[in-house]
Nanobody, 119 residues
């Protein structure tokens, strides 16, 4: 199993920046994908930014140009740099990873970290 631990959440004013970290229990270079989902109160959990083993990144349209996902493979850590934050970005952010394929595919989730953007 893969354990994921998020950190870096907090309260920030609109227009500000925040950086989230997700530390994995094993080499992130061996994972199919690792990244971030978020869930606002009363809403579904949506993909925010994901990085694949092949180097592809995928961002939600709502965060393109503002959020950047990056890796530090030596530290088994991924980061989400969030700039120009909006009130609509307020949510619990969950680190996500996947391993394997088909029936042997497994998904892993962190405990979540709260991000609150005030006007």
């Amino acid at each position: 199993q893969v354990q994921l631990v998020e950190s870096g959440g907090g309260l920030v004013q609109a227009g500000g920046s925040l950086r989230l970290s997700c530390a994995a229990s094993e080499s992130i270079s061996s994972l199919n994908a690792i990244g971030w989902y978020r869930q606002a109160p009363g809403k579904q959990r949506d993909l925010t930014a994901v990085s694949t083993r092949g180097g592809r990144t995928n961002y939600a349209d709502s965060v393109k140009g503002r959020f950047t996902i990056s890796r530090d493979n030596a530290k088994n850590t991924v980061y989400l740099q969030m700039n120009s934050l909006k009130v609509e970005d307020t949510a619990v952010y969950y680190c996500y990873s996947s391993t394997g394929w088909g029936p042997n595919k497994y998904d892993y989730w962190g405990q979540g970290t709260q991000v609150t953007v005030s006007s």
